[in-house]
Nanobody, 129 residues
Framework: QVQLVESGGGSVQAGGSLRLSCAAS????????MGWFRQAPGKEREGVATIYTRAASTYYADSVEGRFTISRDNAKNTLYLQMNSLKPGDTAMYYCAAKPVILLGGGMCSANQGYYGYWGQGTQVTVSS
């Protein structure tokens, strides 16, 4: 059973930076798609960024492209989301998600929340203007 624990959220002013971490345990498969999602009050959960644990293929939502960077340390079983130039619109609960999968031919991990079966509890990010 995969367990995911997020950390690193907090309150920052617009233009600031935060780095979220997602510590994973219980891995039993060789590779995973992993992603960061966020949900603001009154809005649907949206995919922010995804990454495949065995390749460099990444996906970013248009709203965060160029500001956020997803990465992973396979040795530490930890997923990261570096968030720079934060905006008030980035305020949300951020969730880490995982799905065991084997991608062929440089495929990209989905940003659809229904694709993922394992979820963390979330970490709150609040950006003030």
């Amino acid at each position: 059973q995969v367990q995911l624990v997020e950390s690193g959220g907090g309150s920052v002013q617009a233009g600031g930076s935060l780095r979220l971490s997602c510590a994973a345990s219980g891995y039993t498969y060789a590779s995973y798609c992993m992603g960061w999602f966020r949900q603001a009050p009154g809005k649907e959960r949206e995919g922010v960024a995804t990454i495949y644990t065995r390749a460099a293929s990444t996906y970013y939502a248009d709203s965060v492209e160029g500001r956020f960077t997803i990465s992973r340390d396979n040795a530490k079983n930890t997923l990261y989301l570096q968030m720079n130039s934060l905006k008030p619109g980035d305020t949300a609960m951020y969730y880490c998600a995982a799905k065991p999968v084997i991608l062929l031919g440089g495929g990209m991990c989905s940003a659809n929340q229904g694709y993922y079966g394992y979820w963390g509890q979330g970490t709150q990010v609040t950006v003030s203007s």
